[in-house]
């Protein structure tokens, strides 16, 4: 599998009036973890013939050794791990009708499900496979809805060679009719056998940082960096934890770290993302002065090609007026012009 991807995260700014309250523990930010544009990867020659037959308007199961249809396909026997579809003669036609397995109801909708009204998710057995695919059954009321039921695809147009291909499932035997491919093939080429597939991930969340990291933010807001240290073990974390995670016990004592450590590992990124500086740009792990467990940070102000594992740095910070309740205030890091510091005292914390 090949992959290509790019992350972003990113949390909601709170304004400087509730930063100054006490009461904070309670607060919440969004995040948001997603890769902007999808994520690309190679589907491989099982999971291709299978996208392949969507964009044809045609479902295919696979066979396994011990002669059930196996829909979706896999590339190996569930039970015995064996390769499957490696011959054509492997591939069953499934469908398009099926019998509806279990379902669940959905009342309200998100953005992205693929019925803007209310409708179910269902495992759908096809004709002729033994196995039930995951799709959307637009029933009209929960009411019509029933295990058992029969239902046949209701098939796009626009067919790229992906699950939403099939716009949902219909109650009834159909007929499931498949409209002529928009846009046309234009030449054999974009009739090429589906073997990339751009896939969108996006996680949104709400998160309340409770009392160690917004202890944690409200020094960042003055260009503090605080960790916790254990009462067991005597190791510094920063970001804070609570809790030890070597001794589980809490990890309460607060310390005030300098922004000033080591550079124990970098990567040179080279895919844009969202939020993120101009490529190449250096993402790494800071050992800081005093901790226990390196914060993974940016390192600029440096040309790429010069930076290295063991640099000194030091936290560059966003001007005071500029600064809000985010871990965004310390911009990055850069050299500090100091020696290298060597292998030997940090390789237990790379
Ligand atoms: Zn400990």
């Known amino acids: 599998m090949t992959t290509q991807a790019s992350s972003s995260s990113q949390a909601a700014q709170t304004s400087a009036s509730r930063a100054s309250a006490s009461q904070t523990s309670d607060e919440r930010v969004v995040h948001v973890l997603e890769f902007p544009g999808g994520y690309t990867r190679s589907t491989g020659p099982v999971i291709g013939r299978f996208l392949t037959g969507l964009r044809s308007g045609r479902l295919f199961g696979v066979r396994m050794p011990d002669g059930r249809v196996l829909v979706p396909p896999t590339e ?62 637009d029933s009209g009321s929960k009411a019509a809805m029933a295990t058992g039921m029969r239902v046949h695809p209701t098939w796009r147009a626009e067919r790229t060679g992906a699950v939403k291909d099939i716009a949902c499932f219909a109650p009834g035997e159909g007929p499931a009719e498949v409209p002529a491919l928009v846009p046309a093939p234009d030449g054999e080429a974009e009739l090429e056998p589906v073997s990339m597939v751009t896939l969108p991930h996006r996680l949104e969340y709400r998160l309340r940082g409770g009392t160690v990291w917004n202890h944690f933010i409200d020094g960042m807001a003055v260009g503090q960096i605080r960790g916790t240290r254990c009462a067991k073990c005597g190791k510094v974390f920063v970001p804070p934890r609570g809790a030890c995670p070597g001794d589980g016990v809490p990890a309460t004592e607060w310390v005030d770290l300098p922004d000033t450590g080591v550079l124990t590992t970098f990567a040179v990124n080279n895919v844009p993302a969202a939020g993120a500086p101009e490529v190449p740009f250096i993402s790494g792990y800071v050992l800081l002065d005093g901790a226990d467990i390196a914060m993974l940070a940016l390192v600029s102000d440096v040309p790429w090609q010069e930076v290295r594992i063991g640099m000194r740095v030091r936290g560059v910070w966003v001007p005071d007026a500029e600064r809000t309740r985010s871990v965004k205030n310390l911009k990055w890091f850069a050299p500090t012009g100091e020696p290298d510091v060597p292998f030997e005292q940090f390789e237990e914390y790379v």
Request: without cysteine; hydrophobic residues 40%; glycine residues 6%.
């Open 76 to 137: 190996y026997d569930p039970q015995t791990a064996a390769a499957l579809g490696t011959a054509d003669e492997d591939w069953v036609e499934v469908g398009p009708a099926g019998t509806v397995t279990t379902w669940t109801w959905v009342d309200d909708p998100r953005p992205d499900h693929p019925l803007d009204r209310p409708f179910a998710w269902a495992l759908i057995r096809p004709d002729g496979a033994d196995t039930a695919l995951l799709h959307a059954v």
